[in-house]
């Protein structure tokens, strides 16, 4: 009944311009992994949901940290109805593309047979660090505009259908799915499907633009994302990324997820804490004291 705390990324360039976490020196991609790897035990890969990572580069992932790292990757985008940009759809996609979407800046996919063969390819990138067993979840983040429905439940079980054995983590970005009404029945479904609920912790506006954060589990993973609270960005538009999740959790904010993270933990066999609000170090400080935190519940 491990619980293990990390970061959402290692190498989020406002983290690498701040030259707070990493020693002076510390230039490649390489060392970042490997001093990042000597103090966590788990990251989530981020580069992932822009682009399927190459088999080498995977296997560069797995050379490079100890025995018992875990990578967990978020779902590259058209795999979880995000458009994306053309250059990042691999070329063996590229052809089934009509002569009009080539056209866009940007393209959603939702041809099932296109998208099979984009899963076919996402899991094939993920080999080699399955065979170091160090492949954690797939995080499948749907998009804001995915609100409940049986057909957007049917979905979420094809996504399941096509990562076969892989273990996979949803989480969801419109309150429609979870309303207080809806809770049950929401859980009930990922639990008999098998698929990790996150439960994520964001902004709250008190509309369904956002998600409460309701400490849950739905399988033998239970999983906790935190965001940070930036509600001044959190739903702008046309910002830097950073600056959505450019929040740093307080000393009070962060015990306040100990009591759900030890609840969480008795009920399953490894818990994941992980902090995606990258913006200079805070996910970083915030990992580290929520560490410290969880080892002296556990003292």
């Given at each position: 009944?491990?619980?293990?705390?990390?970061?959402?990324?290692?190498?989020?360039?406002?983290?690498?311009?701040?030259?707070?976490?990493?020693?002076?020196?510390?230039?490649?991609?390489?060392?970042?992994?490997r001093?990042?790897?000597?103090?966590?035990?788990?990251?989530?890969?981020?580069?992932?949901?822009?682009?399927?990572?190459?088999?080498?580069?995977?296997?560069?992932?797995?050379?490079?940290?100890?025995?018992?790292?875990?990578?967990?990757?978020?779902?590259?985008?058209?795999?979880?109805?995000?458009?994306?940009?053309?250059p990042?759809?691999?070329?063996?996609?590229?052809?089934?593309?009509?002569?009009?979407?080539?056209?866009?800046?940007?393209?959603?996919?939702?041809?099932?047979e296109?998208?099979?063969?984009?899963?076919?390819?996402?899991?094939k990138?993920?080999?080699?660090?399955?065979?170091?067993?160090?492949?954690?979840?797939?995080?499948?983040?749907?998009?804001?505009?995915?609100?409940?429905?049986?057909?957007?439940?049917?979905?979420?079980?094809?996504?399941?259908?096509?990562?076969?054995?892989?273990?996979?983590g949803?989480?969801?970005?419109?309150?429609?799915?979870?309303?207080?009404?809806?809770?049950?029945?929401?859980?009930?479904?990922?639990?008999?499907?098998?698929?990790?609920?996150?439960?994520?912790?964001?902004?709250?506006?008190?509309?369904?633009?956002?998600?409460?954060?309701?400490?849950?589990?739905?399988?033998?993973?239970?999983?906790?994302?935190?965001?940070?609270?930036?509600?001044e960005?959190?739903?702008?538009?046309?910002?830097?990324?950073?600056e959505?999740?450019?929040?740093?959790?307080?000393?009070?904010?962060?015990?306040?997820?100990?009591?759900?993270?030890?609840?969480?933990?008795?009920?399953?066999?490894?818990?994941?804490?992980?902090?995606?609000?990258?913006?200079?170090?805070?996910?970083?400080?915030?990992?580290?004291?929520?560490?410290?935190?969880l080892?002296?519940?556990?003292?």
């Open positions: 009944m491990a619980i293990r705390t990390g970061s959402c990324s290692w190498t989020e360039k406002t983290l690498i311009k701040s030259r707070e976490f990493y020693p002076k020196g510390t230039t490649t991609a390489e060392e970042r992994l001093y990042y790897s000597g103090i966590f035990d788990v990251v989530e890969v981020d580069s992932s949901y822009y682009a399927i990572p190459s088999e080498h580069t995977a296997g560069l992932w797995a050379e490079r940290t100890p025995e018992n790292f875990l990578f967990h990757l978020k779902a590259y985008g058209p795999l979880t109805g995000h458009s994306t940009e053309l990042s759809i691999p070329h063996e996609i590229r052809d089934k593309i009509s002569a009009e979407s080539m056209g866009k800046k940007r393209i959603a996919i939702k041809d099932r296109t998208l099979a063969e984009i899963f076919r390819l996402f899991k990138a993920l080999a080699p660090l399955r065979s170091a067993d160090k492949l954690g979840i797939v995080v499948f983040q749907y998009p804001p505009f995915f609100m409940y429905s049986t057909e957007n439940m049917d979905y979420i079980l094809f996504c399941k259908e096509m990562m076969a054995d892989l273990a996979i949803i989480e969801f970005r419109h309150g429609s799915w979870l309303a207080e009404q809806r809770r049950k029945e929401l859980f009930s479904f990922l639990s008999k499907n098998d698929l990790t609920y996150i439960a994520a912790d964001e902004p709250q506006y008190g509309t369904m633009a956002t998600i409460p954060f309701v400490p849950e589990t739905t399988s033998d993973i239970s999983y906790i994302r935190l965001h940070g609270r930036n509600r960005n959190w739903l702008k538009r046309g910002i830097d990324t950073s959505r999740y450019n929040y740093l959790y307080s000393e009070e904010e962060l015990k306040s997820f100990v009591e759900p993270v030890r609840k969480l933990k008795g009920r399953t066999k490894t818990t994941h804490v992980m902090f995606n609000n990258c913006h200079g170090g805070f996910a970083m400080r915030n990992a580290l004291r929520m560490k410290q935190l080892a002296e519940e556990n003292a």
